[in-house]
């Protein structure tokens, strides 16, 4: 099955749901500004009830590398996934492997250098929006993405929902796929029926390619 990773979890149950339905990934948000942003404490509940085996990402923007290992420490994070301009920094400090976000504006992905992404676990592509560094929650190009070798992994995010997640996987082959808002009652908060049926169409793309 194509890996699964639910972002902006900030509920034990909806953490609970994720990994019983299969997702490969847990997404923690500790970026500053967002609506799903979590506090240390709940980034512990939230990573005691994770399954074991499934994946904890931390999520930050322009975070200093001082409250990316305090976050670390606290959700027992395996990934760090940057929403910001990959610095060799980033690479050389973080003491987990962290996943590159490719972010996409006006069509064109904004692909970190080689040396960088070969510090790296996998390469996440996402929508950006000009002086907006984080995701916007809409969908781009997929065919920037598709017939293209890469050098590492890809997931595919934005604006993933139940309704397009099968033809994004059935167009783009990725390793992965990154759904936050399409699985959402409110911020933060997610919709169960949702869930399962973006699983379902994961499981139904997978069996068509």
Same mark, same amino acid.
């Given at each position: ?10 509920? *034990? ?9 299969? =997702? ?13 942003? @979590?506090?240390?404490?709940? =980034?512990?509940?939230? =990573?005691?009830?994770?399954? #074991? ?11 200093? &590398?001082?409250?990316?290992?305090? /976050? ?25 492997? @962290? ?9 064109? *992905? ?20 000009? +002086?907006?560094? +984080?995701?916007? +929650? ?5 065919? @920037? ?9 890809? @997931?595919? =995010?934005? +604006?993933? &929902? #139940?309704?397009?997640?099968?033809? /994004?996987?059935?167009?783009?082959? #990725? ?6 808002s399409g699985v959402e009652h409110s911020p933060g908060v997610k919709d169960r029926p949702g869930l399962r049926r973006f699983f379902e169409e994961v499981r139904r793309a997978d069996a068509k390619v």
């Amino acid at each position: 099955m194509t890996d699964v990773k639910i972002c902006g979890l900030t509920r *034990p149950e909806d953490v609970e749901l994720s990994c019983s339905l299969g =997702a490969a990934y847990v997404g923690f948000v500790f970026a500053r500004g967002s609506p799903r942003r @979590i506090t240390l404490d709940t =980034a512990r509940e939230l =990573a005691g009830v994770t399954a #074991p085996g499934v994946v904890r990402v931390g999520v930050f923007v322009d975070e200093p &590398r001082s409250a990316i290992a305090e /976050a670390v420490d606290a959700g027992r994070l395996d990934l760090v996934q940057l929403h910001r301009p990959l610095a060799e920094g980033d690479v050389a400090t973080s003491s987990r492997p @962290i996943v590159a976000v490719v972010r996409v504006r006006g069509g064109v *992905p904004e692909i970190p250098a080689e040396a960088l992404l070969a510090g790296c676990r996998a390469m996440l592509f996402d929508t950006a929006e000009p +002086g907006r560094t +984080g995701g916007t +929650g809409r969908t781009f190009d997929w065919s @920037i993405v598709e017939k293209r070798t890469w050098p590492l992994p890809v @997931i595919l =995010a934005g +604006g993933l &929902r #139940p309704s397009n997640v099968f033809d /994004a996987i059935t167009k783009v082959r #990725p390793a992965a796929v990154d759904v936050s808002s399409g699985v959402e009652h409110s911020p933060g908060v997610k919709d169960r029926p949702g869930l399962r049926r973006f699983f379902e169409e994961v499981r139904r793309a997978d069996a068509k390619v």
